[in-house]
């Protein structure tokens, strides 16, 4: 069984600080990592992708792998009470996606 | 670009009715996976279409059951409906190919389908 493991939460952050989501996964041979933003009542948005070992920047987004370690995380700098969401680690192993139960992110205004 | 919608936003059913989920994703996009979300279980796999074949299948009863058409729209039927299938069915499309000179296989979700069994 293929596994991803998130932290639940809730993770809680002052806004202006960095927030950091982490997760694992079991499937050594994935080659392809998702993070995705799920508000309240709606479906998944993606953040961003990640393909390659080290960091990935997408404005006030960076996500990090290290595929030695099976850890691929997500920082959301200069965080905004409109980051308060669930996110959502993705996985993809073979040709199949495999989500974690995602952790909660609450930023306190 | 369109994204993915799907049909209808909102079902209610009854225990041993049937149940059809439509999804149409974004132009170009040739796969189509759908999942399972409640509050317990997170998002669970049900299966992905690809060019009109069921590539992959999850661990779901035969009751859960699917098909994509030649314009790459996707069908799910629930049969026998029961009350643990109360949940929000979401569709993913993926063009899972080259993108210019770069292969993706990044999924990008519908709104969703809100089906509640009584």
């Known amino acids: 069984q293929k596994e991803v493991e998130q932290n639940s939460g809730p993770l809680s952050v002052p806004e202006g600080a960095i927030a950091s989501l982490n997760c694992t996964y079991s499937?050594?041979?994935?080659?392809?990592f998702f993070w995705y933003r799920q508000y309240s009542g709606k479906s998944p948005e993606l953040i961003m992708s990640?393909?390659?070992?080290g960091d990935k920047e997408d404005g006030r987004f960076t996500a990090q792998l290290n595929k030695a370690s099976q850890y691929v995380s997500l920082l959301i700098r200069d965080s905004q009470p409109s980051d308060s969401a669930t996110y959502l680690c993705?996985?993809?192993?073979?040709?199949?996606?495999?989500f974690g139960t995602g952790t909660s992110l609450t930023v306190i205004p | 670009k369109a994204g993915v919608t799907q049909t209808p936003r909102y079902l209610i059913k009854t225990r041993g009715q049937q149940v059809t989920l439509s999804c149409s994703p974004i132009s170009g996009h040739r796969s189509v996976s759908w999942y399972q979300q409640t509050p317990g279980q997170g998002l669970q796999f049900l299966f992905e279409y690809f060019s009109e074949t069921q590539r992959n299948k999850g661990n779901f009863p035969g009751r859960f059951s699917g098909r994509q058409f030649s314009n790459s729209r996707s069908e799910m039927n629930v049969s026998t409906l029961e009350l643990g299938d109360s949940a929000l069915y979401l569709c993913?499309?993926?063009?899972?190919?080259?993108?210019?000179?770069?292969?993706?296989?990044?999924?990008?979700f519908g709104p969703g389908t809100r089906l509640t069994v009584l």
């Open positions: 993913a499309s993926s063009r899972y190919g080259l993108a210019g000179a770069f292969f993706t296989d990044t999924q990008y």
């Open positions: 993705a996985v993809k192993g073979g040709n199949q996606f495999y």
């Open positions: 499937d050594r041979g994935s080659q392809s």
């Open positions: 990640i393909y390659s070992n």
